[in-house]
């Protein structure tokens, strides 16, 4: 019977196979591969956590906003004063994350988003002014834009190249894990409580539970930039993106397919107005996406690879589209569930590949800028697009803005594959690697990074 391995917390990674001290290789079908490591398997539990407190925390301040305003459009202001943060500093926060310690940065914006959680408490157990609320939570977006590139390029601190898939897929569900339980327990605290303060509680205990475990985890050593400090070096993150087609088409694809496909942002409105299923069913319908995206997690990481990356990509982001506008146009508690588990479930492939496609094509250097674009162009659409819904459904109503964003995600579908054909024939996702890299330092004008599969490679 062969010996099983005990993992001490650090141990050295053969930087080709992932494997401890060449005792042990932790690729393979099996699908565990990344969490065979200590350091990500605390990092993923750490964030978890971390993660239930905010997704009860963002819970708890859509339902609470709704209650004392009932209007739409403030559901989208919450999305605006999220977003406008990441415009101003996700950029600055991208050039940080490469010239110094990524986990240094982890601490100081997860120390500030807990800060921004007790005043949230504060301002909810005072009935402090509305503009209170919004101030937080331009506060908790500045430190989230913070901490976005160092969180993303962390992460290739703590696994070998070979398992970046495998990472980003664990990652995903983990989210989609908290995604899951953070509104079900935020929708039922509500309901026996009615106590927001007591979620943004649970919020600020959550992030120090994720300190501690920065505090705790020894990641490999991190390849710094040492460019010049200068407007050049702030801008290389969107010179290299907009040089790489794969990168850029695939982020283009999800930044407008997200920000015209908001939904989620009307839960509140529909759980109360609509579907009227109060607290706990908006739970449920907050809940619901991210179970979807679990089960496509856990099934898309029991596969060694995505076979048609580019196939898969359009067909995740269709059936996005498809998704929104049958939630969008349903009546019924049950069917619009299921409408928002397949929205989440063809969500969570588009967000894997793209995850995946960022760390294996770019850089080390340029992973926290890059990072920083991505947060530009794809986490902020989320906030953005909050913002859209919110106003197109206090001009037009809910039905019309949330099926008008779905069909404006499928006519994304279609211009992305017209502007980029080439993206249609991506092959497998485990075998895409760059041809050649971007020199920081010499570069004046970045060579394009071409994909390649392993095919591609046996023919030249």
């Known amino acids: 019977?062969?010996?099983?391995?005990?993992?001490?917390?650090?141990?050295?990674?053969?930087?080709?196979?992932?494997?401890?001290?060449?005792?042990?290789?932790?690729t393979g079908p099996n699908g565990w591969g990344a969490l065979r490591l200590p350091t990500f398997r605390l990092f993923v539990l750490g964030s978890l956590l971390s993660n239930v407190g905010n997704q009860m925390r963002t819970t708890t301040v859509g339902w609470e906003v709704y209650e004392r305003t009932g209007s739409a459009f403030h559901l989208g202001l919450i999305g605006l004063a999220m977003a406008a943060p990441v415009l101003l500093l996700a950029l600055p926060a991208g050039v940080l994350a490469d010239r110094y310690s990524r986990r240094v940065i982890l601490l100081i914006a997860m120390s500030g988003?807990?800060?921004?959680?007790?005043?949230?408490?504060?301002?909810?157990?005072?009935?402090?002014?509305?503009?209170?609320?919004?101030l937080l939570l331009m506060f908790t977006g500045a430190f989230r834009a913070l901490g976005w590139p160092a969180l993303s390029a962390y992460v290739t601190q703590l696994v070998p190249p070979v398992l970046?898939?495998?990472?980003?897929?664990?990652?995903?569900?983990?989210?989609?894990?908290?995604?899951?339980?953070?509104?079900?327990?935020?929708?039922?605290?509500?309901?026996?409580?009615?106590?927001?303060?007591?979620?943004?509680?649970?919020?600020?205990?959550?992030?120090?539970?994720?300190?501690?475990?920065?505090?705790?985890?020894?990641?490999?050593?991190?390849?710094?930039?040492?460019?010049v400090r200068s407007w050049h070096s702030l801008v290389e993150g969107v010179t290299f993106v907009r040089n790489q087609p794969i990168i850029l088409s695939t982020i283009t694809l999800d930044m407008v397919a997200v920000l015209f496909g908001g939904a989620?942002?009307?839960?509140?409105?529909y759980a109360k107005d609509v579907l009227l299923v109060g607290p706990t069913g908006y739970g449920w319908l907050r809940a619901m996406p991210s179970l979807g995206a679990i089960f496509t997690g856990l099934w898309l990481a029991r596969r060694t690879s995505i076979r048609r990356t580019g196939i898969t990509l359009f067909l995740?982001?269709?059936?996005?589209?498809?998704?929104?506008?049958?939630?969008?146009?349903?009546?019924?508690?049950?069917?619009?569930?299921?409408?928002?588990?397949?929205?989440?479930?063809?969500?969570?492939?588009?967000?894997?590949?793209?995850?995946?496609?960022?760390?294996?094509?770019?850089?080390?250097?340029?992973?926290?800028?890059?990072?920083?674009?991505?947060?530009?162009?794809?986490?902020?659409?989320?906030?953005?697009?909050?913002?859209?819904?919110?106003?197109?459904?206090?001009?037009?109503?809910p039905i019309i803005a949330v099926c008008g964003g779905g069909v404006m995600t499928l006519v994304t579908v279609f211009a992305v594959a017209k502007k980029w054909p080439s993206l249609l024939h991506l092959g497998p996702l485990g075998d895409i690697e760059p041809v050649e890299t971007f020199d920081v330092n010499t570069a004046k004008q970045p060579v394009e990074t071409i994909a390649v599969t392993a095919e591609s490679r046996d023919s030249r």
Not at 7 to 25: S, W, Y
């Open 1 to 26: 019977m062969p010996r099983r391995w005990r993992f001490p917390f650090v141990r050295p990674l053969d930087k080709r196979t992932g494997a401890a001290n060449g005792q042990i290789d932790l």
């Open 113 to 134: 988003l807990a800060i921004c959680g007790v005043g949230l408490a504060i301002a909810s157990a005072t009935s402090a002014p509305l503009w209170c609320t919004y």
């Open 164 to 227: 970046f898939a495998n990472a980003a897929t664990w990652r995903s569900i983990a989210f989609q894990t908290a995604a899951t339980v953070g509104p079900l327990l935020g929708g039922v605290v509500i309901a026996a409580t009615e106590s927001p303060p007591v979620i943004y509680a649970i919020d600020v205990a959550t992030s120090f539970v994720f300190i501690v475990c920065l505090f705790v985890i020894k990641p490999q050593a991190q390849k710094k930039s040492r460019g």
């Open 264 to 269: 989620t942002a009307l839960l509140p409105l």
């Open 316 to 397: 995740s982001v269709a059936a996005f589209g498809l998704a929104t506008i049958v939630f969008g146009a349903s009546k019924s508690f049950s069917l619009s569930l299921g409408a928002l588990f397949v929205l989440g479930a063809a969500d969570s492939i588009s967000v894997i590949i793209r995850s995946t496609l960022l760390q294996v094509l770019t850089p080390d250097e340029l992973r926290g800028r890059v990072a920083s674009v991505n947060a530009i162009f794809v986490n902020t659409s989320n906030e953005i697009g909050e913002f859209e819904s919110g106003v197109a459904a206090s001009i037009f109503g």
